[in-house]
T-cell receptor, first 115, second 111 residues
Framework: EAGVAQSPRYKIIEKRQSVAFWCNPI?????LYWYQQILGQGPKLLIQ????????DSQLPKDRFSAERLKGVDSTLKIQPAKLEDSAVYLC???FGTGTRTEAFFGQGTRLTVV | DAKTTQPPSMDCAEGRAANLPCNHSTISGNEYVYWYRQIHSQGPQYIIH???NNETNEMASLIITEDRKSSTLILPHATLRDTAVYYCIVRLRSNDYKLSFGAGTTVTVRA
């Protein structure tokens, strides 16, 4: 099966600019996650969707970050305006929403550099 | 979610078994132990999960103590490609619950 697709792979922007990341989960996966991974740290969950609804966004900096999941499939994560500390890899993951298959599959990530 | 404690790093010889410990002393009765790994410049990869019985798949074995307060991930014959950060995660087995990563254990397999 095709994996989780993310784009772009790399992005360099200046601080105070805006940026958007796109994720296409595995077909049929109801749950979608966005993580932020700063160099040397484990991934930090930003937001989790179950179909169209938000399950958890407690660690999403809502003053500058936003995310949406269109029709319960693709998702975009936006940062506006970006800060230097937003430099990180942004990972998208998906998993089946029901039953016994709860393992998450991750994309390659988008490496964001804010200068 | 219950917290986990893992050693920050460990080395392993190629061809030998690698035993990765994880402490989760506050785990509740309906929480599972999941293991993921992250090879450099890639997204995390699911390895295995279990509740209380030992589990084995094509990648690894998971041994959970009887009191469920700790577990060990075993890579039976480590190869250089197993060099990665390994994460032990405790969560309810439902996609309604978040999947939270700690710092993990950096495993280096040496030739």
């Amino acid at each position: 099966e095709a994996g989780v697709a993310q784009s772009p792979r790399y992005k360099i922007i200046e601080k105070r600019q805006s940026v958007a990341f796109w994720c296409n989960p595995i077909s049929g996966h109801a749950t979608l996650y966005w993580y932020q991974q700063i160099l040397g740290q484990g991934p930090k969950l930003l937001i989790q969707f179950q179909n169209n609804g938000v399950v958890d966004d407690s660690q999403l900096p809502k003053d500058r970050f936003s995310a949406e999941r269109l029709k319960g499939v693709d998702s975009t994560l936006k940062i506006q305006p970006a800060k230097l500390e937003d430099s990180a890899v942004y990972l998208c993951a998906s998993s089946f929403g029901t039953g016994t298959r709860t393992e998450a599959f991750f994309g390659q990530g988008t490496r964001l550099t804010v200068v | 979610d219950a917290k986990t404690t893992q050693p920050p790093s460990m080395d392993c010889a190629e061809g030998r078994a690698a035993n990765l410990p994880c402490n989760h002393s506050t785990i509740s009765g309906n929480e599972y132990v999941y293991w993921y790994r992250q090879i450099h410049s890639q997204g995390p990869q699911y390895i295995i999960h279990g509740l209380k019985n030992n589990e084995t798949n094509e990648m690894a074995s998971l041994i959970i103590t009887e009191d469920r307060k700790s577990s060990t991930l075993i890579l039976p014959h480590a190869t250089l490609r197993d060099t990665a950060v390994y994460y032990c995660i405790v969560r309810l087995r439902s996609n309604d619950y978040k999947l939270s990563f700690g710092a993990g254990t950096t495993v280096t397999v040496r030739a």
